[in-house]
């Protein structure tokens, strides 16, 4: 194990569209006390790094704790999801950084605060990132050893402006993007299939957005997408999520290497059995076939996968 992430709750101040990661119920949360414990754990187990994740983890009240407990016991990389609202407060965000936080992951939805702010269902939630972005610029500029990082949601709405938002984000320090379908596992009983996009329409957006991160000295990766569903020469954009070595720890002790999360298992039609690649993709999630079907599962020849390797990357960056 090379990384320990750590969802200490599922309590959030926004309230996603698609998302059920936003319970303030207590059995979705940990105590101090089981938070301590898997940390030591994690290090116990050979962890380096931490990942805090949730919910959203800035709002909980052992979250300077739990970044001062993680470097007082040797995590090297400390890294915070989160969808950056409370680092618009500047006293936060430096006594963020003075307990030991040395990465920021940040949840982008789009350039447009009311599309952002509508898949939050947060309104000023836009704003809030912005002011928040810019504190955590100000501590880089000064020298602080702060890693930036963005998660994109990729949804029908916003995948048109893929290249606008990794050129705005890099222009503001951000070094590394994530690209994620958006999903339905946690749609409840709202019908969102709406907001799925089609692969085959934003590939050319994906590709570009790829593209121009390279160009900028940044890196991407797109998560829980099969190698046939992009061009081969830029399957570094595909995300091999055994190679993080990752645990992944939910409230209720629930633990799970991330190549083992349901998110990440997909599943396999009939075509698949003759692509190339097989041995090495994870397949489609089933709940994007169960919008768009298999029709653009299409099997790659061995001569196109020649040269080229489908497993990706790994976001130990």
Not at 11 to 24: L, Q, V
């Amino acid at each position: 194990m090379r990384w320990l992430e750590i969802s200490p709750g599922f309590a959030c101040n926004c309230r996603c569209i698609g998302c059920h990661s936003c319970s303030p119920a207590t059995g979705d949360q940990m105590s101090w006390p089981e938070v301590q414990s898997w940390l030591l754990k994690g290090r116990r187990g050979g962890a380096r790094h931490i990942w805090l994740s949730g919910g959203e983890p800035t709002i909980r009240k052992d979250f300077l704790a739990t970044l001062r407990a993680a470097r007082a016991i040797g995590y090297e990389r400390i890294k915070v999801q989160s969808n950056g609202m409370m680092f618009s407060y500047p006293e936060f965000t430096r006594r963020a950084l003075d307990a030991g936080m040395n990465e920021v992951n940040l949840l982008l939805k789009s350039l447009d605060p009311k599309i952002h702010d509508g898949l939050n269902r947060t309104p000023g939630s836009f704003a809030a990132l912005d002011r928040g972005l810019a504190q955590l610029e100000a501590a880089k500029a000064a020298g602080g050893a702060l890693r930036l990082e963005g998660d994109i949601l990729v949804t029908s709405r916003n995948y048109e402006e893929l290249v606008p938002l990794v050129e705005h984000y890099a222009a503001r320090g951000l070094s590394h993007f994530n690209l994620w379908l958006f999903s339905l596992v946690d749609q409840g009983d709202r019908d969102l299939r709406r907001l799925v996009p089609r692969i085959s329409d934003l590939r050319p957006a994906m590709e570009a957005a790829y593209d121009r991160a390279i160009a900028l000295g940044c890196t991407m990766v797109s998560l829980n997408t099969p190698a046939c569903m992009i061009s081969p020469s830029r399957w570094r954009a595909l995300f091999d999520a055994s190679g993080m070595d990752l645990l992944v720890v939910n409230p209720g002790g629930r633990a799970f290497m991330l190549q083992d999360s349901s998110i990440e298992q997909g599943v396999f039609v009939e075509s698949c059995a003759s692509c190339s690649v097989r041995a090495t993709c994870h397949g489609m999630r089933q709940d994007y076939l169960d919008v768009h079907g298999s029709a653009e599962l299409v099997p790659v020849p061995a001569e196109l996968s020649a040269g080229f390797d489908p497993r990706g990357s790994v976001l130990d960056l």
